[in-house]
């Protein structure tokens, strides 16, 4: 039994290092998009204005790219979130305001591509739970600085 255990850790070593390597050797291939076009169009895209594209530009930072998570769409490197940063950027060049772009990205991925998600029903848990830890804290000190005295 043990024997078989080391050997399949030995095996799952060995691959875990091929795969590194192949991803090592691949580093070109790791974050390009299978579209060119899209890339093209996202590091080429042009505006009308200085205000279209300083408005474009903070409000991709303000979401959160869904597949790296802590990153924003300008940070991220991901195939979505150059989709996303070119949707973000042509909604905003059409004329759509803020609002509506964070509304038709929330209908598509959830208040997940949010950094500061909206305080409803849904995300109560979120922003009061930190506050009720706080709270369960306080009492808790206070417990124990009363039986130690």
Same mark, same amino acid.
């Given at each position: 039994?043990?024997?078989?255990?080391?050997?399949?850790?030995?095996?799952?070593?060995?691959?875990?290092?091929?795969?590194?390597?192949?991803?090592?050797?691949?580093?070109?291939?790791?974050?390009?998009? *299978?579209?060119?076009?899209?890339?093209?169009?996202?590091?080429?895209?042009?505006?009308?204005?200085?205000?279209?594209?300083?408005?474009?530009?903070?409000?991709?930072?303000?979401?959160?790219?869904?597949?790296?998570?802590?990153?924003?769409?300008?940070?991220?490197?991901?195939?979505?979130?150059?989709?996303?940063?070119?949707?973000?950027?042509?909604?905003?060049?059409?004329?759509?305001?803020?609002?509506?772009?964070?509304?038709? /990205?929330?209908?598509?991925?959830?208040?997940?591509? !949010?950094?500061?998600?909206?305080?409803? *029903?849904?995300?109560?848990?979120?922003?009061?739970?930190?506050?009720? !830890?706080?709270?369960?804290?306080?009492? /808790?000190?206070?417990?124990?600085?009363?039986?130690?005295?």
């Amino acid at each position: 039994m043990k024997h078989s255990f080391k050997s399949l850790l030995y095996l799952f070593c060995l691959l875990s290092m091929f795969s590194v390597n192949a991803a090592l050797d691949n580093s070109n291939d790791l974050f390009v998009s *299978a579209d060119k076009d899209v890339i093209e169009s996202v590091e080429l895209f042009e505006f009308t204005s200085q205000e279209q594209q300083k408005q474009a530009i903070e409000l991709a930072k303000r979401l959160r790219c869904p597949q790296c998570q802590n990153q924003n769409l300008i940070e991220s490197n991901s195939p979505i979130a150059k989709d996303l940063r070119l949707t973000v950027y042509q909604q905003i060049k059409a004329g759509k305001s803020e609002e509506e772009v964070i509304a038709f /990205m929330t209908h598509r991925f959830g208040d997940f591509v !949010l950094y500061e998600p909206p305080l409803n *029903a849904k995300t109560y848990v979120l922003w009061l739970l930190p506050l009720l !830890l706080l709270v369960v804290f306080c009492i /808790m000190a206070v417990n124990s600085v009363r039986r130690n005295r």
